[in-house]
T-cell receptor, first 113, second 112 residues
């Protein structure tokens, strides 16, 4: 059974803390994505990686960075968490090429106090 | 500017009724996907449509891609409580790498 796993389902952090969200996929996919999902705003792409050590900014990269040292792992980093980063964070992976299915993890609900 | 507009935003209907939700854009897409997301989970792909005018059926769900590849619809026949969820459409555009653009979704609630 193919899988995308995320390190935490729920996370509570304080303003100013450094936060790491980890995502692992077991499908040998080239592409990996980080989204945040907020009521009324839908899914918004934060960063996208199409290969190891390669990354591209999505629509809302400000306040975030990413790391992809291994093909199966894509990390999202909040250098200094702020309350407006409270959200549901979803990781996804897909094969290279247009129109392929994105497989999503279960999400991490992050609350920044 | 939201490239993919989904309507309605919310829909609550009785079990057994039929419904249609829409995904519209002024842009052309090379393919369009529909996902369903249940509470506490990530979205799961239902279908991908590629050809203008294409119709795909998945049990009681019928998906249609517009002739001009700018819009799509999802029709559910005899809705059941298990159909409850957030339905997202997502489009891929040529020359836009492997990213897809998501609509904001239609939240569907089927009352038993």
């Amino acid at each position: 059974d193919v899988k995308v796993t995320q390190s935490s389902r729920y996370l509570v952090k304080r303003t100013g803390e450094k936060v790491f969200l980890e995502c692992v996929q077991d499908m040998d996919h080239e592409n990996m994505f980080w989204y945040r999902q907020d009521p009324g705003l839908g899914l918004r792409l934060i960063y996208f990686s199409y290969d190891v050590k390669m990354k591209e900014k999505g629509d809302i990269p400000e306040g975030y960075s990413v790391s992809r040292e291994k093909k199966e792992r894509f990390s999202l980093i909040l250098e200094s968490a702020s309350t407006n980063q409270t959200s549901m964070y979803l990781c996804a992976s897909s094969e290279a090429g247009q129109g392929y299915e994105q497989f999503f993890g279960p999400g991490t609900r992050l609350t920044v106090l | 500017t939201q490239l993919l507009e989904q309507s309605p935003q919310f829909l609550s209907i009785q079990e057994g009724e039929n419904l249609t939700v829409y995904c519209n854009s002024s842009s052309v897409f090379s393919s369009l996907q529909w996902y369903r997301q249940e509470p506490g989970e990530g979205p799961v792909l239902l279908v991908t449509v590629v050809t203008g005018g294409e119709v795909k059926k998945l049990k009681r769900l019928t998906f249609q891609f517009g002739d001009a590849r700018k819009d799509s619809s999802l029709h559910i026949t005899a809705a059941q409580p298990g159909d409850t969820g957030l339905y997202l459409c997502a489009g891929a555009q040529r020359n836009r790498d492997d990213k897809i653009i998501f609509g904001k979704g239609t939240r569907l609630h089927i009352l038993p």
